[in-house]
């Protein structure tokens, strides 16, 4: 949790509260699979590094608490992806959000939301800049997040939940 805090994704005392008081609810309400959480996982390639699960849904918790504004746009491609391509590795997941002007003069675009506003493509990119350098100091510190984008979708319903603008689309998400 230290790795999110300032100057990463959470910035301010109210999100940092906000965020350790989020996952202690997560933690509660993931009660029977804590087990699972907090296990560590196998290496899932051979050049990739055995993980444990819970990382995934604390990044993905601090990401929503720091751009609550992205939350929905960023579950919904996030639940998506990791169901139609869960060998997508994260690095891959956090290039397909890079915003990409429209060559022909128009609207700010990513995987995840198709016309983005000037300032909304700064906030992806900020987003996207905090999430490679938690993932990078992450790893090394010896707390490598997971590299399959499968893991990641497993958090997205029970994090989205504690969001009030990722929790609106939760019930899509299934359908």
């Known amino acids: 949790m230290d790795l999110l805090g300032p100057p990463l994704l959470v910035s301010t005392p109210r999100a940092v509260k906000r965020l350790a008081n989020s996952y202690g609810l997560l933690t509660a ?13 196998p290496a899932t390639t051979a050049t990739s590094t055995p993980y444990h699960p819970y990382r995934a ?32 590795t994260w690095a891959q997941f956090r290039t397909d959000l890079q915003p990409q002007r429209n060559p022909a003069g128009g609207p700010w675009s990513n995987q995840a939301d198709p016309k983005m506003t000037p300032v909304q493509a700064q906030q992806w990119t900020s987003l996207l800049t905090a999430l490679h350098q938690v993932t990078d100091q992450a790893a090394g510190v010896g707390l ?22 990722a929790g609106r689309i939760v019930s899509l998400l299934d359908r």
């Open 144 to 165: 490598p997040l997971p590299e399959l984008l499968g893991p990641w979708g497993d958090w997205v319903v029970p994090v989205a939940r504690l969001s009030f603008p």
């Open 57 to 88: 849904g604390l990044v993905l918790l601090a990401a929503l608490v720091a751009y609550p504004q992205l939350g929905p746009a960023l579950c919904l491609y996030l639940h998506r992806t990791s169901r139609t391509d869960p060998q997508r």
């Open 29 to 41: 309400l993931r009660r029977t699979q804590r087990a699972h959480d907090l296990a560590e996982q």
